[in-house]
Structure formats: C-alpha cells, structure tokens
C-alpha cells in the first residue's frame, strides 16, 4: 500500500490512507498526543510544580493531568493555551496545539484533515448530512449522538472540538476558494431537532455570504442528477495539484491518480450546471426559514 506523501510526490497510485475497524493509531496514546504529554511533564517539572499545584492552576484534577501527561487523555485548545502561560512555555506547547487537535480525528480522516488545512481550494459535493466545515455545534453534536457503535461522551466531545476547529479555515488568509453542492433533502433533515436544523439554515446562510465561498443546492426533484455515486471532495493543495477524497461507511480513499481525479473533477462540474445557482440557493435557504 502507498502512502499519501508517496501519492503527494506523484506517484499516482490509489491511497486507502484508512479504513473502518478499530487500529493503534486510533487509541489517543498514539504519536504527537504521546509526545505531547510527555513534552508537558517535561515542562511541569522544569517549572517545579507537582500535579496537584499544576492542576490547581489550571482548574482540573491531578488526575486529568497525569491523564494528559500519560498520552490517555487528548489536551483540548483552551488547556494548552493555558498550560503554555502556567509553565512559560514561550509558546512550544501552543506550537503543537493544531497536531493534537488533528489526533482527535477518527483515523481514517486524519490525512483528509492535514490536507484540508492547507488546501488552496475545496469542492464538496454532500449528500447525506451538511458539511462539516458549515456545522453548527449543535447540529455536529447530534451527528456524533447518531453515530453506531455508539461514542463515549468524552471522543465526542473531542471529535467536537476538532470540527470546529476545521472552521478556521474560512477567516484563513489568503482565503482558499470553496465550494459546495449539498443536497435538498439534507437540509430538510431535522438532524437534532428543528431548532438545530434552523440554527443550522442559519449557519449556511451566514458562510455562503463569504465572497470565497459558493452554496449551491441541489433540488430534489431534478430528473438529471450525476451524483448518484455518492459524496466526495476535491482538494486543491498548496503545490498546486488537485486531489480527491471519498468517504463512506467509516471507510475513507484519497486519490492523486490524474484519470479518478479528472472523472469527478467533470462529475463535480455537471452537479454544479444541475443545481441551484449560490444566489438561488441562498433565496431557497432563506425561504426554508421562512417556513413553519
């Protein structure tokens, strides 16, 4: 099997960067989560502090800190944030606060979101659920909620944090230019509950009248329709080569093979001749809120 830096180097071969079923690079002791932990007692007993002092600085028990230190536990944004001031740390635990927010991503998405983060460009076709990058809270939660075998409070709450976290990548500068198909039906799904979903229709609204950003929507009652194969994304990446990511049943394939990426590339093109246009998809938005 390849790798995605093989693939990333031109390659051109098929990646399946990870599939479903549980794998050590699931366990949140793995990689730069270990690291961190480790970095961090470094630095608490540099500083000289026990973990029950540490801890009381920080507002959590000695035993979420050895749970941390111990790479069992995933650090969220505000604790290293905080960590970095309460050690001095001059920013090196700040420096790995995007790492160990990726590791809070189920494995077969960990590649998807390292791209992501620096793509030039996105083209997403949803037909299932809203994107994540457009997600509300509320409405991610819910999605978490849902999902089979069912999740531990705290990975949802982590996969939660990472989420939003993706969504810095519309205040990112210079902004990539994004695009989105999303089916009709998706978003009259009351995922959540109806006032999740109006939170949601709101959220949409907002992104789309972001000048780097296109919402389009795709009428369920259209007879022609070329994305009967499912969801994808586009990526274009920062050395300028394009790639596609597919993903279904916790099964997930990044493609650099030039003929895959042409046919959805042209797939991707007829569902945006067949949808809405972004300013009749705004107006059809605006009329589902209008709705009771």
């Known amino acids: 099997m390849t790798s995605v830096r093989d693939e990333e180097a031109g390659q051109g071969q098929t990646v399946v960067p990870a599939q479903g079923g549980r ?118 939660r819910a999605v978490f909620q849902m999902q089979r075998p069912l999740l531990d409070d705290d990975v949802i709450e982590q996969r939660l944090v990472a989420r939003m976290m993706r969504q810095n990548i519309f205040t990112r500068r210079p902004a990539p230019l994004l695009s989105f198909i999303i089916e009709e039906v998706v978003l009259r799904k009351p995922i959540g509950g109806r006032a999740s979903l109006r939170g949601q229709w709101e959220q949409t609204l907002l992104v789309g009248q972001n000048r780097n950003v296109e919402i389009q929507v795709m009428p369920t009652g259209r007879e022609d329709h070329a994305g009967l194969g499912g969801p994808f994304t586009l990526i274009d990446n920062a050395e300028g080569r394009r790639l596609a990511y597919t993903e279904v049943q916790d099964d997930s394939r990044l493609y650099a093979e030039s003929g895959k990426v042409r046919e959805l590339e042209a797939r991707y093109g007829i569902l945006r001749s067949q949808a809405l246009t972004p300013c009749e998809s705004l107006a059809f938005v605006e009329e589902l809120l209008g709705e009771k």
């Not at 749970?67 to 420096?95: C, H, M, T, W, Y």
């Open 23 to 140: 794998r050590p690079g699931d366990e949140p002791g793995a990689g730069v989560v270990c690291a961190f932990g480790r970095q961090l007692k470094l630095l608490r007993i540099r500083a000289g502090l026990e973990r029950p002092e540490f801890g009381k600085r920080m507002g959590y028990s000695p035993e979420t800190v050895a749970s941390i230190e111990q790479g069992r536990r995933i650090a969220q944004p505000g604790f290293i944030e905080k960590a970095d001031e309460v050690l001095g740390a001059g920013g090196v635990l700040n420096a790995l606060k995007e790492e160990v927010a990726r590791a809070q991503y189920p494995a077969y998405f960990r590649d998807m979101a390292r791209l992501e983060a620096n793509a030039l460009g996105l083209c997403v076709y949803a037909a299932h659920a809203v994107p994540g990058l457009l997600q509300t809270e509320d409405y991610a």
